[in-house]
């Protein structure tokens, strides 16, 4: 079993998984959930909008960038940042390839197909 992710906290944050593909989804919310995690998901940016609203408990943002709606997860990202500083950024892609410094608020970025052992390594090193 994987270690627990280090916090200050007893709890780890909560983790909102943003994915369009249903089964990239549910590997990415297992994966998170296995890791000790309490895990929120939303298959668009636009629900995970509706989501962060309404759950004061988001800590971590994970969010593919090409997804259906009125704004993909590198919009997503960057209007987190602003609103919530607080919470951390990690933004997944198959098809783009990014640097963390591309992305806002000391985000990470973590290329697609991933695995477990870096997604957890993705959440720990945002800031």
């Not at 090409?66 to 960057?78: H, V, Y």
């Amino acid at each position: 079993m994987p270690a627990m992710p280090e916090s200050s906290a007893a709890e780890p944050p909560a983790v909102l998984v943003v994915e369009d593909e249903s089964i990239l989804r549910m590997v990415a919310v297992d994966m998170l959930e296995d890791a000790g995690f309490a895990v929120m998901e939303a298959p668009t940016a636009d629900a995970a909008w509706t989501i962060l609203e309404r759950e004061a408990g988001v800590g971590v943002l994970f969010t593919d960038i090409d997804m259906p709606g009125t704004i993909d997860g590198l919009t997503l990202a960057g209007r987190v940042a602003e609103r919530w500083p607080r919470i951390r950024l990690v933004v997944t892609s198959g098809r783009f390839a990014l640097h963390d410094e591309d992305l806002p608020d000391s985000g990470r970025f973590l290329p697609k197909p991933y695995k477990q052992a870096h997604l957890l390594k993705a959440i720990a090193g945002a800031a």
